[in-house]
């Protein structure tokens, strides 16, 4: 008997995935500029028992978790190809949405008539006080003393109005679905920068209940759009509704990203929605974003330190990491605030890499209760203890005097009984690093004895 064969489905949604736009755009930039950084974007994954350290060990200027330095250095802002914004799928297999419905799609997609409505919401400057007005980035500060980023053009009314021409003739499931991959037409559009189109297709998602759709990664749109550098598109999302708090499969949210991969625009759009976001979320490594921010951060200076400050392009990325600390700080995000994993703060985080910088600018935010806060424990350890641990780094008398001077006590014993003393480097400069400690414990004591006569 002979039964005919139905012929096989063809998948609803056949344009390129998420994940293949990213690795073309890789492609593109290692090809194009090699990645000076590539052999210091990466930290060795420290042995999963090693939570405390022995008298016998040191410390050593690792990452705290490889997942938050594997890209820290190497991804650069997406810099989509000089070609038309729709010229990807008309040049590669599968549908040409704009020849096939027959909707004029022009390239230039510069702002030229506000949307009704629009100006309000997305083309405005978000303004967040410095902390620490000494730390003046020149990319970034103005007169004013205040951290700006400005965003927003408005979107060109007339491209708008064409997306949704073309997701209105489109076919119901092609604009709504998911393909193998959990991609939407909306993570497509957002991954290649398509703002009036994205904007087009969260509007029809949305009316279905499905804006929020995650990918098999469990990135929404926003989270896409977080990662490729669109702040604009990250606005309209918002605007419309998409979730703030939405996380991925490592747990990581809007914020933690734009804080790991150094993106202030983002950022600062992200953090425009307060009191929405939550600035305190855990990600699965149990990191708030400025944990990740300072993580992020330490890993670029790192590779400075190895290449150089001639490296203007890097250096740049050192700063805007140091201005996501700032907005995340300014926008409230606690200091105090522990890692779950080993209860490092942002400045143990600081200290243990050597990041002379950033424990500068942490240690120089006004805290009434800035002696207990320097005085934190991490499983035992001190910032004074994870600082004496920083043998043959250039900057660590410097550091030991920065916290020495804000009220660090060397007299604290870890859970090995160790004073921060103990954990030196032999020779002559432990010796003297020493000698540094010892006199500051004594004249602690003398203080303290000095007290207890007054009282």
Known sequence: MHFDKSP??????????????????????????PAPCSTAS????????????????????????????????????????????????????????????????????????????????????????????????????????????????????????????????????????????????????????????????????RQVGRLDAKEHKGKTALLVAVTANHPEIVQDLLSLGADINACDVKGQTALHLAAHYGFPGVLQAILSNRPSVNLEARNFEGMTPLHCAAISHSVTVKALST???????????????????????????????????????????AVKEGNVDLVHYLL??????????????????????????????PHQEEILQLLLSRGADPSIRNLENDQPAHLLQSGVQGDQLKLMLKKRSASSRRRIVSLMDQE
Request: hydrophobic share 35%; with cysteine.
């Open 42 to 205: 990466t930290s060795p994954v420290p042995p999963p028992a090693a939570t405390e350290l022995s008298s016998s060990e040191s410390f050593t200027c690792t990452g705290a978790a490889s997942s938050y330095s594997d890209m820290a250095v190497s991804y650069e802002q997406w810099v989509p190809a000089a070609e038309s914004p729709l010229s990807y799928y008309t040049s590669h297999p599968g549908p040409s949405f704009a020849a096939a419905y027959n909707v004029p799609m022009t390239p230039d997609y510069s702002a030229q008539q506000q949307v009704p409505g629009f100006l309000e919401t997305v083309s405005q400057s978000y303004e967040f006080p410095v902390a620490d007005p000494n730390m003046a980035l020149s990319w970034s500060l103005g007169p004013s003393q205040t951290t700006q980023l400005i965003f927003g053009h408005s979107m060109d009314s007339n491209k708008l109005e064409e997306a949704r021409m073309l997701l209105n003739r489109m076919d119901y499931s092609r604009a709504t679905c998911q393909d193998e991959d959990g991609d939407t037409i909306l993570h497509i559009y957002t991954a290649k920068g398509l703002r009036e189109c994205a904007f087009a297709a969260a509007e029809t998602l």
């Open 307 to 349: 290449i150089g400050p001639a490296d203007v392009n890097l250096q740049t990325k050192a700063d805007e990491k140091l201005s996501c600390v700032q907005m995340l700080l300014n926008a409230g995000a606690s200091l105090l605030s522990q890692e779950i994993k080993s209860n490092k703060t942002v400045l143990h985080l």
């Open 364 to 393: 120089r935010i006004p805290l009434p209760n800035m002696k207990d806060f320097v005085n934190m424990k991490a499983h035992g350890h001190t910032a004074l203890h994870m600082a004496a641990g920083l043998h043959g780094n």
């Open 8 to 33: 096989k489905e063809k998948p609803c949604c056949t344009l390129p995935t998420v994940k293949k736009l990213l690795e073309q755009k890789r492609r593109r930039e290692t090809s194009a500029v």
